[in-house]
């Protein structure tokens, strides 16, 4: 069965730089969810979107901005990178009239 | 805002042992999600409920959904050296947004 896919699955960027997390959900699933997620934490919701629209936020930096596009994949932007930035980063997909919610493998962002 | 208070935070058990662990909440929940993560991975959807009340299993693992829709708990039956990981207990919102709320993990490890 199809899974959600992340890229790139580990990245290592400057402090101040720019880094951007592609997210592909599994097809026909309407909802795509990011979290963040630091070492021994649990998941800690960004944002959501519904149908390509914005549908929730949570604790999402104001450096932080992210969008889902007609195809449905979905980007997560992070910019003014900071050391306290590096954590996983996962993006679930799921379908809104199931209420669940399937989850990628992450990408491990490292900030230097 | 709405929290999830799960327990034990930690547990080391011989092979063989039955398992247990719950989330609870002074908020109501319309559906609970269980998963597993392990180090470095995206968390694995394990058992879904949506009915309170509802007992759910998946092999050896046993959930049920509280009466009360504030509490769910996760039974794993004759642990075995791989169910070593993190288990989360995740619940779906009410307040009027569409995001599900994480507890904050049992580790599990079993000892040969």
């Known amino acids: 069965a199809a899974g959600v896919i992340q890229s790139p699955r580990h990245l290592i960027k400057e402090k101040r730089e720019t880094a951007t997390l592609k997210c592909y959900p599994i097809?026909?699933?309407?909802?795509v969810y990011w979290y963040q997620q630091g070492p021994g934490q649990d998941p800690q919701f960004l944002i959501s979107f519904y149908e390509k629209m914005q549908s929730d936020k949570g604790s999402i930096p104001d450096r932080f901005s992210a969008q889902q596009f007609s195809d449905y994949h979905s980007e997560l932007n992070m910019s003014s990178l900071e050391l306290g930035d590096s954590a996983l980063y996962f993006c679930?997909?799921?379908?809104?009239?199931?209420?669940?919610?399937?989850f990628g493998p992450g990408t491990r962002l490292t900030v230097l | 805002g709405q929290q999830l208070n799960q327990s034990p935070q930690s547990m080391f058990i011989q092979e063989g042992e039955d398992v247990s662990m719950n989330c609870t909440s002074s908020s109501i929940f319309n559906t609970w999600l269980w998963y597993k993560q392990d180090p470095g991975e995206g968390p694995v959807l394990l058992i879904a409920l949506y009915k309170a009340g509802e007992l759910t299993s998946n092999g050896r693992l046993t959930a049920q959904f509280g009466i009360t829709r504030k509490d769910s708990f996760l039974n794993i039956s004759a642990s075995i050296p791989s169910d070593v990981g993190i288990y989360f207990c995740a619940g779906l919102s009410t307040s009027g947004t569409y995001k599900y709320i994480f507890g904050t993990g049992t580790r599990l490890k079993v000892l040969a």
């Open positions: 097809p026909r699933h309407d909802t």
């Open positions: 679930a997909s799921g379908r809104v009239a199931y209420n669940e919610q399937f």
